[in-house]
Protein backbone atom coordinates (compact mmCIF):
# COMPACT_ATOMS: atom_id res chain seq x y z
CA UNK A 1 0.00 0.00 0.00
CA UNK A 2 2.84 2.45 0.48
CA UNK A 3 5.57 3.30 -1.83
CA UNK A 4 8.80 2.14 -1.50
CA UNK A 5 11.51 4.76 -1.30
CA UNK A 6 14.61 4.76 -3.39
CA UNK A 7 17.20 2.32 -2.69
CA UNK A 8 20.55 4.51 -2.30
CA UNK A 9 22.65 1.91 -1.44
CA UNK A 10 21.42 -0.21 -4.22
CA UNK A 11 22.26 2.52 -6.85
CA UNK A 12 25.83 2.66 -5.34
CA UNK A 13 26.33 -1.10 -4.90
CA UNK A 14 25.12 -1.44 -9.17
CA UNK A 15 27.66 1.36 -10.00
CA UNK A 16 30.65 -0.68 -8.05
CA UNK A 17 29.32 -3.78 -10.95
CA UNK A 18 29.87 -1.18 -14.12
CA UNK A 19 33.18 -0.90 -15.66
CA UNK A 20 33.69 2.54 -16.65
CA UNK A 21 33.60 1.41 -19.98
CA UNK A 22 30.01 0.01 -19.38
CA UNK A 23 28.86 3.40 -17.81
CA UNK A 24 30.62 5.45 -21.01
CA UNK A 25 28.30 3.19 -23.08
CA UNK A 26 25.43 3.87 -21.14
CA UNK A 27 24.88 7.34 -21.21
CA UNK A 28 26.42 7.35 -24.84
CA UNK A 29 23.15 5.09 -25.64
CA UNK A 30 20.84 7.34 -23.68
CA UNK A 31 21.96 10.47 -25.74
CA UNK A 32 21.29 8.60 -28.87
CA UNK A 33 18.35 8.03 -27.54
CA UNK A 34 17.02 11.56 -26.91
CA UNK A 35 18.40 12.93 -30.22
CA UNK A 36 16.16 9.94 -31.75
CA UNK A 37 13.05 10.71 -29.85
CA UNK A 38 10.26 11.82 -31.60
CA UNK A 39 7.80 13.65 -30.06
CA UNK A 40 4.12 13.11 -29.84
CA UNK A 41 1.38 15.34 -31.38
CA UNK A 42 1.28 17.42 -29.04
CA UNK A 43 -1.92 18.99 -30.43
CA UNK A 44 -3.46 16.15 -28.50
CA UNK A 45 -3.09 17.49 -24.98
CA UNK A 46 -2.67 21.26 -25.79
CA UNK A 47 -4.87 24.04 -23.95
CA UNK A 48 -6.13 21.21 -21.98
CA UNK A 49 -6.88 22.61 -18.15
CA UNK A 50 -4.89 21.06 -15.11
CA UNK A 51 -8.26 19.82 -13.65
CA UNK A 52 -8.30 16.62 -11.86
CA UNK A 53 -10.30 14.43 -14.30
CA UNK A 54 -10.28 16.58 -17.56
CA UNK A 55 -11.44 14.99 -20.38
CA UNK A 56 -8.57 13.60 -23.23
CA UNK A 57 -9.20 13.67 -26.51
CA UNK A 58 -8.17 9.67 -27.08
CA UNK A 59 -8.16 8.11 -23.70
CA UNK A 60 -6.69 4.46 -23.58
CA UNK A 61 -7.40 3.90 -20.06
CA UNK A 62 -10.84 5.51 -18.21
CA UNK A 63 -11.25 4.86 -14.69
CA UNK A 64 -14.76 6.46 -12.69
CA UNK A 65 -15.09 5.93 -8.97
CA UNK A 66 -12.60 3.33 -8.22
CA UNK A 67 -11.96 3.10 -4.67
CA UNK A 68 -9.93 0.38 -2.32
CA UNK A 69 -9.43 0.50 1.52
CA UNK A 70 -7.33 -1.57 3.79
CA UNK A 71 -9.43 -1.75 7.72
CA UNK A 72 -10.31 1.86 8.01
CA UNK A 73 -7.78 3.20 5.70
CA UNK A 74 -9.31 4.40 2.28
CA UNK A 75 -5.82 3.60 -0.06
CA UNK A 76 -7.46 5.37 -3.47
CA UNK A 77 -10.48 6.97 -4.42
CA UNK A 78 -10.22 8.11 -7.25
CA UNK A 79 -13.33 10.21 -8.73
CA UNK A 80 -12.52 10.39 -12.54
CA UNK A 81 -8.99 9.51 -14.47
CA UNK A 82 -8.04 9.02 -18.05
CA UNK A 83 -4.77 8.30 -19.72
CA UNK A 84 -3.96 9.76 -23.35
CA UNK A 85 -3.15 7.13 -25.82
CA UNK A 86 0.21 7.35 -26.81
CA UNK A 87 1.81 9.24 -24.32
CA UNK A 88 4.02 9.21 -21.69
CA UNK A 89 1.73 9.95 -18.12
CA UNK A 90 3.81 10.23 -14.87
CA UNK A 91 1.87 9.45 -11.54
CA UNK A 92 3.50 11.63 -8.35
CA UNK A 93 2.72 11.96 -5.01
CA UNK A 94 4.28 11.06 -1.49
CA UNK A 95 4.37 7.77 0.13
CA UNK A 96 1.22 6.09 0.81
CA UNK A 97 -0.62 8.47 -1.57
CA UNK A 98 -2.17 4.90 -3.27
CA UNK A 99 -0.19 5.38 -6.70
CA UNK A 100 0.98 1.53 -6.50
CA UNK A 101 -2.36 0.26 -5.07
CA UNK A 102 -4.01 1.76 -8.08
CA UNK A 103 -1.55 0.13 -10.24
CA UNK A 104 -2.68 -2.90 -8.74
CA UNK A 105 -5.98 -2.29 -8.59
CA UNK A 106 -6.22 -1.39 -12.69
CA UNK A 107 -4.31 -4.29 -13.77
CA UNK A 108 -5.68 -6.86 -12.04
CA UNK A 109 -3.04 -7.97 -9.00
CA UNK A 110 -5.82 -6.34 -6.35
CA UNK A 111 -9.38 -5.91 -6.02
CA UNK A 112 -11.43 -2.78 -6.18
CA UNK A 113 -14.14 -1.86 -3.60
CA UNK A 114 -16.10 -0.23 -6.21
CA UNK A 115 -15.63 1.11 -9.49
CA UNK A 116 -15.59 0.69 -12.98
CA UNK A 117 -12.53 1.25 -15.53
CA UNK A 118 -12.25 0.44 -19.33
CA UNK A 119 -9.02 -0.22 -21.36
CA UNK A 120 -9.09 0.21 -24.95
CA UNK A 121 -12.71 0.90 -25.09
CA UNK A 122 -13.49 -2.48 -23.27
CA UNK A 123 -14.76 -2.98 -19.66
CA UNK A 124 -12.09 -3.90 -17.29
CA UNK A 125 -13.19 -3.76 -13.97
CA UNK A 126 -12.55 -7.15 -11.87
CA UNK A 127 -10.57 -8.71 -14.56
CA UNK A 128 -7.52 -10.92 -13.78
CA UNK A 129 -4.17 -9.63 -14.17
CA UNK A 130 -2.93 -12.40 -16.98
CA UNK A 131 -6.18 -11.37 -19.17
CA UNK A 132 -5.39 -7.79 -18.92
CA UNK A 133 -1.94 -9.14 -19.84
CA UNK A 134 -3.14 -10.62 -22.97
CA UNK A 135 -5.53 -7.33 -23.97
CA UNK A 136 -2.47 -5.56 -24.07
CA UNK A 137 -1.79 -3.63 -20.75
CA UNK A 138 1.33 -5.31 -18.57
CA UNK A 139 3.12 -3.58 -15.98
CA UNK A 140 6.70 -3.88 -13.78
CA UNK A 141 7.17 -3.55 -9.58
CA UNK A 142 8.83 -1.54 -7.58
CA UNK A 143 10.60 -4.46 -6.34
CA UNK A 144 11.59 -6.44 -9.55
CA UNK A 145 10.34 -10.35 -10.32
CA UNK A 146 12.62 -11.93 -12.08
CA UNK A 147 12.30 -15.61 -12.06
CA UNK A 148 15.76 -16.56 -10.94
CA UNK A 149 16.57 -19.71 -11.03
CA UNK A 150 15.47 -19.82 -14.75
CA UNK A 151 17.80 -18.13 -17.63
CA UNK A 152 17.45 -14.98 -18.74
CA UNK A 153 15.85 -15.91 -21.71
CA UNK A 154 13.67 -18.34 -20.27
CA UNK A 155 12.71 -15.74 -18.61
CA UNK A 156 12.06 -13.94 -21.68
CA UNK A 157 9.85 -16.64 -23.55
CA UNK A 158 7.88 -17.58 -20.81
CA UNK A 159 6.17 -14.10 -20.51
CA UNK A 160 4.96 -14.80 -24.23
CA UNK A 161 1.38 -15.10 -24.63
CA UNK A 162 -0.63 -17.52 -26.60
CA UNK A 163 2.26 -20.52 -26.61
CA UNK A 164 0.47 -23.52 -27.69
CA UNK A 165 2.69 -25.35 -24.92
CA UNK A 166 0.78 -23.98 -22.34
CA UNK A 167 -2.25 -26.23 -22.39
CA UNK A 168 -1.29 -30.02 -20.65
CA UNK A 169 -2.52 -32.29 -24.01
CA UNK A 170 -0.79 -30.01 -26.64
CA UNK A 171 2.39 -30.53 -24.38
CA UNK A 172 2.10 -34.06 -24.61
CA UNK A 173 2.73 -33.40 -28.85
CA UNK A 174 5.94 -31.62 -29.79
CA UNK A 175 4.91 -31.16 -32.89
CA UNK A 176 2.37 -28.70 -32.35
CA UNK A 177 4.25 -26.00 -30.16
CA UNK A 178 7.88 -26.80 -31.36
CA UNK A 179 7.49 -24.97 -34.46
CA UNK A 180 6.15 -21.52 -32.74
CA UNK A 181 9.65 -22.03 -30.56
CA UNK A 182 11.79 -20.48 -32.91
CA UNK A 183 9.51 -17.73 -33.78
CA UNK A 184 9.64 -16.81 -29.69
CA UNK A 185 13.36 -17.21 -29.05
CA UNK A 186 13.87 -14.89 -32.30
CA UNK A 187 11.67 -12.16 -30.64
CA UNK A 188 13.10 -12.53 -27.19
CA UNK A 189 16.92 -12.50 -28.46
CA UNK A 190 16.16 -9.43 -30.51
CA UNK A 191 14.78 -7.61 -26.81
CA UNK A 192 17.60 -8.59 -24.99
CA UNK A 193 19.75 -7.11 -27.60
CA UNK A 194 17.93 -3.64 -27.79
CA UNK A 195 18.30 -3.82 -23.71
CA UNK A 196 21.68 -4.88 -23.96
CA UNK A 197 21.37 -8.34 -22.45
CA UNK A 198 22.12 -10.59 -25.22
CA UNK A 199 25.43 -11.60 -23.41
CA UNK A 200 23.64 -12.71 -20.52
CA UNK A 201 21.05 -14.90 -22.22
CA UNK A 202 22.09 -18.38 -20.32
CA UNK A 203 22.95 -16.60 -16.91
CA UNK A 204 20.44 -17.27 -14.75
CA UNK A 205 18.42 -13.75 -13.73
CA UNK A 206 19.62 -14.40 -9.78
CA UNK A 207 22.67 -13.64 -11.22
CA UNK A 208 21.91 -10.26 -12.32
CA UNK A 209 21.92 -6.78 -11.24
CA UNK A 210 19.49 -4.83 -9.95
CA UNK A 211 19.31 -2.51 -12.74
CA UNK A 212 19.96 -5.86 -15.09
CA UNK A 213 16.54 -7.07 -13.49
CA UNK A 214 15.02 -3.88 -14.35
CA UNK A 215 15.84 -3.80 -17.97
CA UNK A 216 15.04 -7.51 -18.03
CA UNK A 217 11.80 -6.55 -16.20
CA UNK A 218 11.09 -3.91 -19.09
CA UNK A 219 12.10 -6.66 -21.95
CA UNK A 220 10.26 -9.13 -20.70
CA UNK A 221 7.27 -6.92 -20.48
CA UNK A 222 7.45 -6.19 -24.41
CA UNK A 223 6.88 -9.96 -24.93
CA UNK A 224 3.40 -9.51 -25.10
CA UNK A 225 3.48 -7.19 -27.33
CA UNK A 226 1.43 -4.20 -25.27
CA UNK A 227 -0.52 -1.16 -25.92
CA UNK A 228 0.69 0.27 -22.35
CA UNK A 229 2.81 0.02 -20.14
CA UNK A 230 2.66 0.57 -16.85
CA UNK A 231 6.05 0.88 -14.53
CA UNK A 232 6.38 1.47 -11.14
CA UNK A 233 9.73 3.62 -9.57
CA UNK A 234 11.28 1.98 -13.20
CA UNK A 235 14.55 3.94 -11.47
CA UNK A 236 15.18 3.39 -7.77
CA UNK A 237 17.84 1.84 -6.85
CA UNK A 238 19.50 2.34 -10.52
CA UNK A 239 22.70 3.75 -11.15
CA UNK A 240 22.80 7.25 -12.61
CA UNK A 241 24.24 6.03 -15.68
CA UNK A 242 21.92 3.43 -16.38
CA UNK A 243 18.64 5.69 -15.21
CA UNK A 244 19.46 7.52 -18.93
CA UNK A 245 19.67 3.98 -20.47
CA UNK A 246 16.43 3.45 -18.95
CA UNK A 247 14.59 6.64 -19.92
CA UNK A 248 16.50 5.95 -23.60
CA UNK A 249 14.23 3.05 -23.80
CA UNK A 250 10.78 4.43 -21.98
CA UNK A 251 10.81 7.54 -24.70
CA UNK A 252 11.65 4.98 -27.28
CA UNK A 253 7.75 2.71 -26.17
CA UNK A 254 6.30 5.67 -26.41
CA UNK A 255 7.84 6.25 -30.16
CA UNK A 256 6.68 2.94 -31.52
CA UNK A 257 2.91 4.06 -30.25
CA UNK A 258 2.65 2.17 -26.69
CA UNK A 259 1.30 4.17 -23.56
CA UNK A 260 3.45 4.83 -20.90
CA UNK A 261 2.18 5.31 -17.55
CA UNK A 262 4.86 5.41 -14.84
CA UNK A 263 5.08 6.19 -10.72
CA UNK A 264 8.43 7.75 -10.32
CA UNK A 265 9.59 10.31 -7.28
CA UNK A 266 12.85 11.78 -9.07
CA UNK A 267 11.17 14.97 -10.25
CA UNK A 268 13.81 15.87 -12.47
CA UNK A 269 13.01 12.47 -14.27
CA UNK A 270 9.39 13.57 -14.16
CA UNK A 271 9.67 17.12 -15.45
CA UNK A 272 11.73 15.85 -18.53
CA UNK A 273 10.16 13.12 -19.72
CA UNK A 274 6.23 13.57 -18.99
CA UNK A 275 3.81 14.79 -21.72
CA UNK A 276 1.75 14.53 -18.50
CA UNK A 277 1.65 14.05 -15.05
CA UNK A 278 -0.87 12.94 -12.48
CA UNK A 279 -0.25 14.27 -8.74
CA UNK A 280 -2.03 11.66 -6.13
CA UNK A 281 -2.76 12.70 -2.37
CA UNK A 282 -4.59 10.66 0.32
CA UNK A 283 -5.64 8.22 -2.48
CA UNK A 284 -7.29 10.81 -4.78
CA UNK A 285 -6.11 12.89 -7.64
CA UNK A 286 -5.53 16.36 -6.45
CA UNK A 287 -4.24 17.68 -9.69
CA UNK A 288 -2.94 16.62 -13.06
CA UNK A 289 -1.88 18.76 -16.43
CA UNK A 290 1.33 19.37 -18.56
CA UNK A 291 4.98 18.83 -16.70
CA UNK A 292 5.36 23.29 -16.81
CA UNK A 293 1.89 23.58 -14.95
CA UNK A 294 2.32 20.74 -12.05
CA UNK A 295 5.62 22.14 -11.47
CA UNK A 296 3.78 25.49 -10.11
CA UNK A 297 0.73 24.34 -8.84
CA UNK A 298 -0.31 25.70 -5.94
CA UNK A 299 -1.67 22.46 -4.24
CA UNK A 300 0.98 20.13 -5.99
CA UNK A 301 3.92 22.14 -4.10
CA UNK A 302 2.29 21.80 -0.79
CA UNK A 303 1.51 18.04 -1.04
CA UNK A 304 4.28 16.79 -2.43
CA UNK A 305 6.88 18.90 -4.41
CA UNK A 306 7.99 21.17 -1.35
CA UNK A 307 9.38 24.47 -2.85
CA UNK A 308 12.30 24.13 -4.89
CA UNK A 309 10.01 23.67 -7.45
CA UNK A 310 7.97 27.26 -6.79
CA UNK A 311 11.27 29.48 -6.75
CA UNK A 312 12.12 31.41 -9.83
CA UNK A 313 14.48 29.57 -12.31
CA UNK A 314 13.75 26.10 -10.92
CA UNK A 315 14.87 23.43 -12.98
CA UNK A 316 13.05 21.95 -15.93
Known sequence: MTDEPKDVQGA?????ELGDSE????RQLAEEAVEETVLPDESALAGLTGTPGIAKPDPILVADGVSRAFGGLKA???GHLEVQRGTITSLIGPNGAGKTTLFNVLTGFDRAD????SFDG???AGLAAHKMARRGMVRTFQLTKALTRLTVLENMKLAAVGQRGENFFNALVPPLWRPQEGGLEKRALELLD???LAHMRDSFAGELSGGQRKLLEMARALMVGPSMVMLDEPMAGVNPALTQSLLGHVRALRDEGMTVLFVEHDMDVVMGISDWVVCMAQGQVIAEGPPEQIRS???VIDAYLGTRYDEPGAKE
Open 122 to 124: RPA
Open 114 to 117: SGTW
Open 76 to 78: VDV
Open 194 to 196: RFK
Open 12 to 16: ADERA
Open 23 to 26: IVEA
Open 297 to 299: NRT
